[in-house]
């Protein structure tokens, strides 16, 4: 479980820095003049890397709570009655 917790968290800082990347070229060419005959370059690509990183958010908490509910990991720290 500890393995699965740890991808998730790297496919999710990913999935930002995938977004801030798109973010910061802004949809143009690198550096490249578009021609004519070119079709417009794609400007969703941040919006994906972004719901790709909040969907895999909820799922990762999903898979927590019900590893949690069907007694798969337990909770530690702090107990309830303090």
Do not use: C
Not at 45 to 50: D, E, G, I, P, S
Not at 53 to 74: E, N
Request: proline share 6%.
């Amino acid at each position: 479980m500890k393995y699965l917790v740890i991808t998730a968290f790297v496919a999710i800082i990913g999935s930002l820095g995938a977004a801030l990347f798109f973010m910061m070229r802004g949809g143009r060419a690198d550096g490249a003049e578009q021609d004519a005959d070119a079709p417009p370059p794609a400007t969703n690509h941040m919006a994906r890397a972004l719901a790709f990183r909040v969907g895999f958010s909820i799922l990762l908490f999903i898979v927590v709570l019900v590893s949690w509910r069907m007694g798969w990991i337990q909770p530690t720290g702090v107990p309830m009655g303090r």
